[in-house]
């Protein structure tokens, strides 16, 4: 998702793949790509090596964010909460309005669902 180059130490470069993992499992599913991944899905998207994906893949279940599923790995609850928070928090410049379009103290500056209700205000559509 990123076109940075994932971290030389070792704990940070455990964040950045926990990180994009769960946004590319995320992605998929909302997608309606599929929920079952495996480490040449995440080779594929990532670039990460399959061999080495799959340390991040494991790690990711003994932390609670995937689990195992015949063939792969689906993201858990907790791994799907996460998987929404980093894929919002990496999109976030591109779904936040423009300047000038709210005030600065307006909530559709921290959320996307209030970015996305205030552009339909702004359009004339009734709020849901």
Do not use: N
């Amino acid at each position: 998702m990123d076109e940075l180059h994932p971290p030389k130490s070792p704990a940070l470069r455990t964040l950045y793949w926990r990180s994009e993992i769960l946004q590319v499992m995320y992605w998929l599913r909302g997608e309606g790509l599929g929920e079952v991944v495996d480490a040449t899905l995440i080779e594929r998207f990532l670039g990460v090596d399959a061999d080495v994906g799959v340390g991040y893949l494991e790690r990711l279940v003994d932390d609670g964010y995937l689990e195992r599923e015949q063939g792969g790995y689906r993201l858990s609850a907790r791994g799907l909460d996460e998987g929404a928070t980093e894929f919002a928090a990496s999109f976030a410049d591109l779904t936040r309005p423009a300047h000038g379009e709210c005030s600065a103290d307006c909530w559709c500056h921290v959320s996307v669902d209030e970015a996305e209700a205030c552009a339909a205000e702004r359009r004339g559509e009734p709020l849901r």
